[in-house]
């Protein structure tokens, strides 16, 4: 109950943490606490616990929890602002760190390096139970996706990203979008955010 009174208000934590407020802290008791179903693993050393997975935001509070830093960005962020209609089951975020992917029981998890002075572009989200997590804002999620992706450079394969016609047309940030290409410095990317604008728009 002392344990669960210090951490549970963060909802996930690490083992360097725990010993950090208790630096004699039994390791065993993360393991029995995991068999018995308070706690659940999200990758080594990383805990959180059991209550969250009934959150629906929980997976991308824990996203940015285990790995950062972070933000949510590409399709996952897409499909929170509604831009593309698929639900998305990974979620997919950017980082400053080395690419790697977890899988545990909140879901599938990637991360995509870019270079430190291209992390930018997100806010923080509200998480219900306390905290924040980091998510693209959606001119950046849609820069990092073509970024990232060199492959989205037809307007065919453009138009399968099914992006909001409505959103594009009304919503879409022009300026702001823009200025974040113009950010990453690449001829490339300026093409490929050209034709997705010619795809989209009827400016």
Not at 122 to 129: A, D, E, G
Request: proline share 5%.
């Amino acid at each position: 109950m002392q344990f669960r009174e210090q951490w549970h208000r963060m909802g996930c934590f690490n083992i360097y943490q725990v010993r950090a407020w208790c630096p004699d802290f039994d390791r065993s008791n993360i393991t029995r606490w995991v068999k018995r179903g308070y706690l659940v693993k999200l990758r080594q050393d990383w805990y959180a616990f059991s209550e969250l997975l009934s959150q629906p935001d929980a997976p991308k509070y824990v996203a940015g929890a285990m790995y950062s830093p972070s933000y949510v960005s590409l399709h996952a962020a897409l499909a929170y602002y509604g831009i593309i209609p698929e639900a998305v089951s990974k979620i997919t975020s950017v980082t400053s760190r080395r690419t790697t992917s977890y899988c545990n029981a909140f879901g599938e998890f990637s991360y995509q390096t870019v270079k430190p002075e291209l992390f930018f572009g997100y806010k923080p989200v509200s998480f219900p139970s306390g905290g924040s997590y980091l998510m693209a804002h959606p001119e950046k999620a849609i820069v990092d996706l073509l970024y990232l992706y060199p492959q989205y450079n037809t307007e065919e394969s453009l138009l399968d990203l099914r992006f909001d016609e409505y959103w594009m047309q009304e919503d879409l940030n022009l300026d702001l979008l823009m200025e974040y290409t113009r950010r990453c410095s690449s001829k490339s990317l300026q093409q490929r955010i050209d034709l997705l604008i010619k795809t989209y728009r009827n400016d």
